[in-house]
């Protein structure tokens, strides 16, 4: 019979046994700091928790310190020593002489926080030994399943991330930053994703929501945006996309469906972008967002992507009307968001109530699910129109700047391609019209109202004077005249947009 394989050596049995890391003087010098001060108390309680003590007799002496604590009580060994003689637990820690003791232990009340500091990062890795023992230990159990155990070590390992974070310094200054460097370094001058400062349709560092029923292009207008984040494109519906790196697409369900709706762009010149640009994940998450909120971003580090499209969120969260869920589905895009990743997230609409209007403007209300889902979202667009609709109603629904349509665009489901109606298009009513229009004759055209209202008036008059901002056209001012008389200014087109374009 064959000798047993000797043990590698950094899993010898003797050093699965041996005493974890720990270090007792540390924590007497802490124990004994406090003892003097109650600011010493409040700083230290910061970083430790009682587990974080390895010698059970200081784990009760220190929870008897914050009890005293909160009482505004001093904290002395006499007063301690009384406390622990009620409690019944001074014989257990070693008596009244061991406060003392402790109380003498401290080299220095000033290094308090650096003595936590020691204890803290003992526990810490205490608690890591005892995690790889239970990996090892794991393995060796009969029909041991790698992947599940694969699952269950990066379950302890967030845990414990999360554990650290959510107590001490790191809760406390995960996200800090002071107010001028939150001002001018966060991004918030960035210029947009897709859109222009303007009018922007996505915002970096926000998400863009992409709402509306079946089969009215919701896709087809994501793929669009997708390929101009790729370089394959410079603009969508005529607002310039920023290029990016790499895009982790999330399709979730569907998958042959939204390959198809992929394929009416692709061109053979396009492989090499696509291979090395685009990652695409088939089928359900490996885990529900609320057990594992950093998901999203674990996924997107993994594949190296700076965009994430999820398709669509009726598959990323279970029951998306359940206000905890909401929550926890938020918390997973922010979090995604926080390292730096763009998301991007298809989703429906609620059904419309009998008598609702077609022609009806949606409001937020008409966005399916939790409020918090559309809440945490930054920009919001629906698209509004029935099942196989070519020309359907873009609505900005929610704004990160200055308000986008409605739009009157067209599909062409043949090209997977999507354009402005001409006839709507503003630049386009210009250009035919040497003229020029007035506020009031462009407001009649875009609503088809005829007498249309003090808000789709407002609306034009923005549109018009961004043209003129961005040297598409240019205004010529009215003139005052008594008793309702005079002249409204005038818009026409440029002279160099009309040679652009003829």
Known sequence: MDDPLPNPPHLAPSDMTAVPPYDSDAEA????????????????????EGPDFYRPAHETVWRAIL???SEDK???????????????DLNRIGGASYLHQLAQATPSVGGAIHYAGIVRRKADLR????SGMRTVQRTMEPGADPDSIRSEVAAEVRAEGERALASGQ????????????????????TDPLWGTREQTAWSSGESLMIVGAPGVGKTTLAHQVIFARLGLADSVLD??????????YLALDRYKQIARALARRIQPEHETRLRDGLAVWQGPLPATLDKEPDLLADLANAHGADTIVIDSLKD???????????????????????EGVEVLELHHQRKAGEGTPRAQKP??????????????????????????DLAVTLHHLKTPTGEIGPLQVIHDHERGTTSVDPALDPVEILRKRPDGLTVRELALIQSGENNPDRAATEKARRTLDRLVKTGLAVKAEGAAGGSGGGQQARYRASVRHIGAVS
């Open 127 to 130: 608690r890591l030994r005892a």
């Open 316 to 338: 990323a969260v279970s029951t998306l009307v359940d206000d905890a869920l909401g929550v926890a589905y938020n918390n997973a895009r922010q979090r995604a968001m926080r």
């Open 170 to 189: 790191g809760r406390l200054s995960r996200f800090i930053t002071d107010g001028w460097s939150f001002v001018t370094e966060s991004g918030a001058d």
């Open 363 to 388: 409001t937020l209300d008409r966005v399916y699910g939790s409020t918090h889902i559309v809440s945490g979202a930054g920009s919001v667009l629906y698209v509004g129109g029935e099942a196989g």
């Open 29 to 48: 010098a802490v124990l004994g700091a406090c003892m003097f001060s109650a600011d010493i108390i409040d700083a230290v309680r910061n970083l430790l």
């Open 67 to 69: 009890a005293l604590r």
């Open 239 to 248: 607002m310039p996309v920023a290029p990016g790196k790499r895009v982790l």
């Open 74 to 88: 001093p904290t002395d060994p006499i007063v301690l020593a009384d406390r622990l003689r009620e409690q019944d």
